[in-house]
């Protein structure tokens, strides 16, 4: 069976601080258990481009990575 590749997925400060930002919004504006889903989301979908990289987007100031 055939593996399928796997990538590194880098968290930049910049998303990290902007990903408290929204935890925040949603504890402050949602129920418990709502914003626990939707920052568990959230995650799962930083965590999906490990495998799948092109349903993310470039970010303009990250392309000099490559």
Do not use: C
Not at 13 to 40: C, G, I, M, N, T
């Amino acid at each position: 069976m055939e593996r399928k590749p796997s990538y590194t997925v880098d968290i930049s400060p910049e998303a990290e601080d902007y990903y408290y930002e929204v935890l925040e919004y949603f504890y402050k504006h949602h129920s418990e258990s709502s914003a626990d889903r939707k920052s568990q989301d959230l995650l799962s979908k930083a965590i999906a481009l490990e495998s799948n990289p092109l349903i993310g987007r470039i970010e303009e100031n990250l392309k000099f990575l490559d």
